[in-house]
């Protein structure tokens, strides 16, 4: 069964950093891209980052860039997401997702989120 | 990039059918078939009901289908069922290389 697991989320303060993971299984990292979505309180869904499965590279919303930087360990097949430069506005329920294929062909597994919450 | 444009809300009677608009530009939308619709119910993790504009996923029902014309997108379910009752978002990707989101539609089966 493919599998996603995400953890790292937590309380931080503004300017601060957090590192989120997930962890997949059942299926080979490499083939796959894989995105970062997450959810504000009371707001939709909002695509933060993906990676290519093939070449690794990097895709950013504007919102983020410059301060997330995501990354995966083939070895591990875990994604992960440094934040940097954390603010208010990044508090949100984080999900990582699979693609079907490349980053545009959609998200077919999805974690179960891991909470962010940026706060004084 | 701004989010697609979805109605906030839809609504319709057990068996009857819907559809969910989305709305974007020729640098997303209608530059590509790349339209994707997820449903989420609130705390749980989204599901993937329709990819690439009008193919299914393995699994999901043939009630739900998806279509494209220029730059608004369409998810339409057939045969309302009470489990349908959701909030649906369509994605897009676009041409710089990032995927968009549209604000949501809730949809409540009466």
């Known amino acids: 069964e493919v599998q996603l697991l995400e953890s790292g989320g937590g309380l931080v303060q503004p300017g601060g950093s957090l590192r989120l993971s997930c962890a997949g299984s059942g299926f080979t990292f490499s083939s796959y891209a894989m995105t970062w979505v997450r959810q504000a309180p009371g707001e939709g869904l909002r695509w933060v980052s993906g990676i290519s499965g093939s070449d690794g590279s990097t895709y950013y919303a504007d919102s983020v860039k410059g301060r997330f930087t995501i990354s995966k360990d083939y070895s591990k097949n875990t994604l992960y997401l440094q934040m940097n430069s954390l603010r208010a506005e990044d508090t949100a329920v984080y999900y990582c997702a699979k693609c079907v294929g490349g980053i545009a062909s959609g998200m077919d597994v999805w974690g179960q989120g891991t909470t962010v919450t940026v706060s004084s | 990039q701004s989010a697609l444009t979805q109605p906030a809300s839809v609504s319709g009677s057990p068996g009857q059918s819907i559809t969910i608009s989305c709305t974007g530009t020729?640098?997303?939308?209608?530059?590509?078939?790349?339209v994707s619709w997820y449903q989420h119910h609130p705390g749980k993790a989204p599901k993937l009901m329709i990819y690439?504009?009008?193919n299914r996923p393995s699994g999901v029902s043939n009630r739900f289908s998806g279509s494209k014309s220029g730059n608004t997108a369409s998810l339409t379910v057939s045969g309302l069922q009470a489990e349908d009752e959701a909030d649906y978002y369509c994605s897009s990707y676009t041409r710089s290389s990032t995927l968009v989101f549209g604000g949501g539609t809730k949809l409540t089966v009466l």
């Open positions: 690439e504009v009008s």
């Open positions: 020729s640098s997303d939308v209608g530059g590509y078939n790349s």
